[in-house]
């Protein structure tokens, strides 16, 4: 069993940066792909980012890619998701997710969720 924490979402002006942090416990999560998912109210909870146990690969949602980068540190069981040149449209609360696979882009294929953070940019 995994949990996750999410931090780091706040308000920030359109243009501005955030980095969101997971903290993963329990067990390493060092052999498992993770990812970041996010939802706005009244809408599905859609993928944004994944990265491969050993941080080698990566994907990205084509509305963040160029944007957004994923990556982790494994000795300290955590990733992270740093957002640069945000958005309206990036408003939404943020959820980091561990899958047992090596990796994973699709929201099927994660077994474990954290709480979730919220990001609001405003206009």
């Known amino acids: 069993q995994v949990q996750l924490v999410e931090s780091g979402g706040g308000l920030v002006q359109a243009g501005g940066s955030l980095r969101l942090s997971c903290a993963a416990s329990g067990r390493t999560v060092s052999t498992y792909a993770m990812g970041w998912f996010r939802q706005a109210p009244g809408k599905e909870r859609e993928f944004v980012a994944a990265?491969?146990?050993?941080?080698?690969?990566?994907g990205y949602a084509d509305s963040v890619k160029g944007r957004f980068t994923i990556s982790r540190d494994n000795a300290k069981n955590t990733v992270y998701l740093q957002m640069n040149s945000l958005k309206p449209e990036d408003t939404a609360v943020y959820y980091c997710a561990a899958s047992r696979l090596s990796m994973a882009t699709i929201k099927s294929a994660f077994h474990y969720w954290g709480q979730g953070t919220q990001v609001t940019v405003s206009s």
């Open positions: 990265i491969s146990s050993s941080g080698g690969l990566t």
